[in-house]
């Protein structure tokens, strides 16, 4: 299987490719809260097994930056203030729509407003260069092998549970012990 970053994806790869993000994303989220409390929490913004703020910092990071691939060092640095962008800008929408936090990094060294930290950036460094030369080619060569057709009804199945859980989330949004910082009451 050859595992080379690629500038471009086709479009229905690229949306699999948003929901194998946010998936790994949660996975990742609630596997360290299980390490630290042993506990399982369902971790982010929505009910399913997805957090899309990692979907929409991978496809940025392959949209936006793929050109970048054979520049590494460029490319990770690139990469931690893109997606530092989309953490802030996120958590900020995220503040300002629903009045709640899903994370806080204020304890953390070189914080911004407790929304972006030196270590939350460092680590987007590493896994969106991992999302770009090792995850998303292998996902494109799997993907490939699969009947476009079927991965047409696959996305449209995806986005209608997605735009459901999105819908729900901002009536009943999911929070509790473990999912959400803070919530400030509306004014």
């Excluded at 946010?22 to 989220?29: K, M, P, R, Y």
């Excluded at 899309?52 to 691939?69: E, H, T």
Aim: with cysteine.
């Amino acid at each position: 299987m050859p595992l080379e970053a690629k500038a471009h994806y086709s479009a229905t790869n690229l949306l699999l490719m948003f929901f194998l993000f946010s998936f790994v994303g949660w996975a990742w989220e609630c596997l360290i809260v299980f390490i630290q409390g042993g506990i399982f929490i369902n971790r982010g913004s929505l009910y399913g097994p997805w957090i899309p703020i990692y979907g929409f910092g991978g496809l940025a990071v392959l949209l936006f930056l793929g050109r970048l691939n054979k520049r590494p060092l460029l490319c990770f640095f690139a990469i931690i203030v893109l997606c530092g962008i989309i953490e802030y800008v996120g958590a900020s929408i995220i503040w300002s729509v629903l009045h709640i936090k899903y994370w806080d990094y204020s304890g953390y060294f070189f914080n911004i407003q407790g929304r972006i930290c030196l270590e939350g950036l460092l680590s987007f460094g590493v896994l969106g260069m991992m999302g770009m030369h090792v995850i998303a080619p292998a996902a494109d060569f799997l993907l490939l092998k699969v009947p476009l057709a079927l991965r047409q009804r696959i996305c449209a199945g995806l986005i209608v549970l997605f735009g459901a859980d999105v819908t729900l989330c901002l009536f009943y949004p999911h929070m509790g012990a473990g999912i959400t910082t803070s919530i400030r009451t509306k004014e």
